[in-house]
Every structure is written in structure tokens, then in C-alpha cells.
């Protein structure tokens, strides 16, 4: 086992204990990993001093998928990449899509969209504070963000059926307007739910464990942010504030106001106050978008048969995780000829080993729990 | 301005010629077509109608760019960079592989492109050249994004800037996993999606979709398909 091919050897570290080093294999079926992630790790004692990170056992070649498909038909599969939060995931191949035929989904639409994407953002927040704090040993906030992000699934499935991957949005707009109480069970979630967070926080911010496990833990600085192409609240929590929703606005992201959270160590624990702080943000973003759905239509005028021009685009909207990326090519038919997808889980993956070295075995499930990664996307 | 091998682009026409002359060509062949692609609104009165779209003038396909930023690269590095296009509003530099490196380096640290977004590759197995290497670039201070491409044959090699942006790493292994692109200088150049021993490049175009190597399925999964 020790000769594998294994290239983080070429990372030379004398023990300091003068002992052999260990190859510990982590995963693919750890329960920490969130799905199938196996990592590698070169162990000096209990000292990281490696770490190689295996992807790919989820691959499912969406891209290749894609370009056999039309456009409208591949609109589903890309729920199934970044599986808790699918409604981002739409939202970014529409936007795309619709850049490539040159229309715009109608002002109503769009804040829809807004809408329901925020509360994706929420939920997939919640769902990773959960785990997070579960794999560190937190047993109880699992509990409460389960609670909550149940609220939201409920308000996902009375507008489209769906809770996970809902396929909420169409290429031009929307399929189904909003339902009669969309703006009260929005309202109804959110009102309450910065108390809620307050009760996590309670639980976990200055909790000694979790100052413990999580304060100077997986260090990025920003500089190493940008190098390793870090988006989301990783290289928001390195002290870089950029937001995508405020940087380049999509959707209906101009008309709304909030902050963008930013840390300043690009710890685990800075990501953590991000995130949290995030969730209040979207909370305020939903909240003032109810106050004002426009009237009007809820589908652009984009033609059964899509045929976009040939050429290109590159579009990217803020994901839960980070930047995430369509990249398509149109020849001119109903097919894209190429769909790259640029998810925000595998580059921030990337940088893990940088974190990882120099901590202790025990911090790698706080790394990877720290870095929000769904192996449904990173594979693709 | 050899404009025509990069523009076997989208199998049919060449978009060439700037100026809002756009080629109609393009949606060409149906005049049936129904689609409201605002690149027929000339032709539709309802489109134009619509919320959607007034402003219908020169838009989808790619158009000549000729700007200060394309200036100033064409100033540094003269036939390296070999056309310039701008393509939904997003601008696009086409430049000689061998100055790849180079012309990455020079994008990050003097025109502030400091933030490598993407790299993936398209295949155009009918071009010359058959490969297109993509970096999509971002610049914070700058707020905009650059997309350069480089072509190359199946057997050239592309030169790796993973020495420049720390997370070219994966997305070349990757380019490397589904196209079979060899980058040069790379320092751990192995398949990272795919298992190691795997023959093919799944998004190479004559690699189809039921394709697999069914030698490596047999043997490690112990049955005939995967399908």
C-alpha cells in the first residue's frame, strides 16, 4: 500500500518522531465526507503532513449528457448536480441559456426567482451548520436547522411540487406563477427566523468546544483565496468581499439592499460567522422582495424550439457554495454543443490539502465540513 | 485577422464580419422557425412587441472587438494574440498557444485578471486544429471578465498555468480526464474524475455518449455494460 502512486509524497517532511509515516485512506463511505469522498492522508503521529483528495465516484458525465439533450430537456439535470440547493443550480443554467438567446425573463419573474433562490440559500446553509456542527460533535443543531429548512422545502413543494430538486425555473421564466400564499408562508418563514439563528448562535459562537475546534483551524489567507480560486464564503471569510450578486447583478439582485459578510482569519470559525450572517442577509433579501412582486406576465417570449445564435457565454451566478459557472457553446441547433459547468464545490475543494497540513486527523472532518462541498457537484 | 479557422466555431457560417450584419444565416436554414430569438426580431414585429427585448440591434454571435484592452495585448505580444471577438457582451481573445503561459501571466499581473474562474477546453473535430483550451478570467479590482483561448492539435501540447493560478491544477487534470489535452509543465498530470486505467476522452466528439471501455468494466465491476 505504502508505494502507491501516491504524488503528495513528493512533500518530503521528516517525522518528528523519528517514526514511519502512516497512509490513512478516509472514505469513500466515511459518513463525514458527505457522500463519496475519499481522501488520502499522509500522517506524521496524528499530524497531517499530506493529503490527496479522490473525486470522481459520482461522475455521471453531465456535460457529455448535455450535449445530447436539448436545451430545455437538460434544464432537469442540473438539479442534480448541487442537490440541496437545486434551485440555484436552475436558476444559473436559465440565466445562461436566456444570455445566449439574448432574452430576459419578465421583471416579475425574476423576483420570483429571487425569492426562491434566497431561500435555497437559507436552507442550504442550514443544512450544512447542521452537519458541520454534527461531524465536530454538535449533535443538537442538526435538530433545529432540519426544523427550519422543513419550513422551506414545504414552501418549495406547494410552488412546484418539489422538494429537493424542484426544476423551479424555465428557460424564459417560470412554468407556474406564484401560489395565493407564496408571500405569507415567505413572510411566516422569515419574520421569525433571525431569532432562530440567534439560537444557533447561542449554541455554537462562543461555545468553548466550538471556539476550540474551529478558531485557527483550515487557515486560507486571501492572497491563497484567489490563487486557489475560492468563491462563496470561503474567500469571503479570507477578508476578499466580492459577491457575485452585487458584483456583476443578475436576476433581480440591483434592487435589493444587503451586506456582504466578510471575515477577516479565513478560519473554520470566520466561515461559520459568514454563513450564519449570510442567512440574515437572504432573510432581508426575501423579506423585501415580498413587499413588492411586480404584475405581469411570468414567461418571456423564448419560442417552444430553443435555437440560440451560435457563440457563446459564460455566465455565473453566487451559488450557496460559491461562483458557479455555465459555460455554453451554441452551434446554432437545438442542442448545446458544450455545456462546461463550473461548480463552486470542486474548486473549493481544491484547496483543502493547502488547509489541511500541519492539523490534527480530527480537523479533517472539520475542513471538509468547513468548505460546504456536495459530491453530487463536485463529480458531476 | 485570420478569422476563419477560429470561426469554424459553431459548425456553420462564420460569424466574421462585425457591424450589426449579423448572420442571419445563422438561424439560417428555417424560415418555419418559430423561435423568438430576438436575432429574428428584424423579421418579427411580435417579438419586439414583447417586454422583453427592445433594444434588437447588433447582438448574438460574435462581432470583431478592437478596444483599449485588445490594444494593449496587441501591443505586448503582436501576432501572439491572433483575433479578438466580443460575444454577448462578453470579450474574447484568441492567442497562439506556445505564448499561453505568457499571456496568462501578463493578464493576472498587469491587467489584473487575478482570478481564474474557469479553464476547460471544446473540440471542433473537423478544424485544423481541433481543440480550443478556454480560461475564463475575472478581475476584482476591474470587475470584468476576459476569456482567452488557445487551439491545439490532439498532439500538441498546451502549455500548463497552474504555475500561475494554484487552481488551474484540477482543471487542467480535468481537460486532461475528458479531452486528453497534454498540459506541459503540469506537475501531476493524471485522470481525476475517471479511474486511472481508463482508454478514451468521453467528451472528445467521436467518443459517444454509449461509449465506454468496456474492458475496464468487465474487469473491475465483473459485468458485460454499464449501460
Not at chain 2, 478569422?3 to 424560415?31: F, H, T
Not at chain 2, 447582438?59 to 496587441?74: I, Q, S, T
Amino acid at each position: 500500500m505504502a508505494d502507491e502512486r501516491i504524488p503528495f509524497a513528493t512533500h518530503a517532511e521528516s517525522t518528528v518522531l523519528g517514526a514511519d509515516e502512516i497512509i490513512l485512506n478516509m472514505g469513500p463511505q466515511h459518513p463525514s465526507t458527505h457522500g463519496v469522498l475519499r481522501v488520502k492522508l499522509r500522517l506524521d503521529g496524528e499530524k497531517v503532513i499530506g493529503s490527496e483528495c479522490v473525486i470522481g465516484y459520482l461522475h455521471r458525465g453531465v456535460e457529455k449528457i448535455a450535449e445530447h439533450r436539448t436545451y430545455t430537456q437538460f434544464a432537469p439535470y442540473v438539479d442534480r448536480m448541487d442537490y440541496v440547493a437545486a434551485v440555484s443550480n436552475g436558476l444559473g443554467y436559465c440565466e445562461a441559456v436566456e444570455k445566449l438567446l439574448g432574452a430576459e425573463a419578465p421583471i416579475r419573474a425574476r423576483v420570483i426567482r429571487v425569492i426562491l433562490t434566497e431561500l435555497q440559500r437559507i436552507a442550504s446553509h442550514l443544512f450544512w451548520l447542521g452537519t458541520h456542527a454534527l461531524d465536530i460533535g454538535a449533535l443538537t443543531p442538526l435538530f433545529y436547522c432540519l426544523r427550519e429548512r422543513e419550513e422551506i422545502l414545504k414552501i418549495f413543494e406547494k410552488y412546484c411540487g418539489a422538494r429537493l430538486t424542484t426544476h423551479a425555473f424555465r428557460i424564459g421564466g417560470l412554468q407556474y406563477e406564484a401560489y395565493d400564499e407564496l408571500e405569507k408562508d415567505v413572510e411566516r418563514f422569515c419574520k421569525p427566523f433571525d431569532k432562530r439563528v440567534d439560537e444557533y448562535e447561542s449554541l455554537l459562537t462562543e461555545n468553548r468546544i466550538w471556539v476550540g475546534r474551529t478558531k485557527g483551524i483550515g487557515i486560507l489567507s486571501a492572497a491563497e483565496a484567489i490563487d486557489y480560486g475560492a468563491s462563496g464564503p470561503v474567500i469571503r471569510a479570507s477578508g476578499v468581499k466580492w459577491d457575485i450578486r452585487k458584483a456583476m447583478p443578475y436576476a433581480a439582485y440591483d434592487q435589493y439592499k444587503f451586506e456582504i459578510p466578510t471575515g477577516k482569519n479565513g478560519d473554520t470559525y470566520d466561515r461559520y460567522i459568514v454563513r450564519l450572517e449570510e442567512m440574515r442577509q437572504s432573510r432581508l433579501i426575501c423579506l423585501q422582495a415580498i413587499e413588492n412582486i411586480p404584475a405581469g406576465p411570468i414567461m418571456g417570449k423564448v419560442g417552444k424550439v430553443l435555437k440560440p445564435p451560435p457563440g457563446e457565454v459564460y455566465h455565473a451566478i453566487e451559488a450557496p457554495k460559491g461562483e458557479l459557472g455555465y459555460y455554453i457553446v451554441s452551434d446554432g441547433t437545438t442542442q448545446p454543443y458544450r455545456v462546461r459547468i463550473r461548480p463552486p464545490s470542486l474548486i473549493n475543494l481544491e484547496a483543502f490539502d493547502k488547509m489541511i497540513r500541519g492539523h490534527l486527523v480530527a480537523d479533517v472532518v472539520a475542513i471538509i465540513g468547513t468548505l460546504d462541498i456536495v459530491l453530487g457537484e463536485v463529480d458531476r | 485577422m485570420a478569422n476563419d479557422p477560429e470561426e469554424k466555431q459553431p459548425s456553420a457560417n462564420s460569424p466574421s464580419e462585425p457591424s450589426g450584419a449579423k448572420p442571419p444565416a445563422a438561424g439560417g436554414e428555417p424560415v418555419s422557425k418559430p423561435p423568438a430569438p430576438p436575432a429574428a426580431s428584424a423579421a418579427k414585429p411580435p417579438a419586439a412587441a414583447a417586454p422583453p427585448r427592445p433594444p434588437a440591434p447588433p447582438k448574438e454571435g460574435p462581432v470583431a472587438l478592437d478596444n483599449d484592452l485588445v490594444k494593449r495585448y496587441k501591443e505586448k505580444f503582436g501576432p501572439g494574440i491572433l483575433e479578438a471577438w466580443v460575444d454577448r457582451k462578453q470579450a474574447i481573445l484568441v492567442v497562439a498557444r506556445e505564448l499561453l503561459g505568457e499571456i496568462a501571466l501578463y493578464s493576472r499581473d498587469e491587467e489584473k485578471f487575478d482570478w481564474l474562474s474557469d479553464l476547460t477546453a471544446l473540440d471542433w473535430p473537423k478544424r485544423e486544429k481541433r481543440f480550443d483550451v478556454v480560461l475564463n478570467m475575472y478581475s476584482f479590482e476591474k470587475n470584468e471578465r476576459l476569456r482567452l483561448k488557445a487551439q491545439a492539435n490532439a498532439d500538441e501540447r498546451v502549455p500548463s498555468v497552474q504555475g500561475i493560478w494554484a487552481t488551474a491544477n484540477w482543471m487542467e487534470r480535468e481537460v486532461y480526464d475528458m479531452f486528453g489535452i497534454v498540459f506541459e509543465g503540469h506537475p501531476d498530470l493524471r485522470r481525476i474524475l475517471l479511474p486511472d486505467e481508463w482508454q478514451g476522452y468521453p467528451l472528445r466528439k467521436d467518443y459517444d455518449i454509449l461509449t465506454q471501455d468496456t474492458a475496464w468494466v468487465r474487469e473491475n465491476l465483473g459485468i458485460e455494460s454499464g449501460q
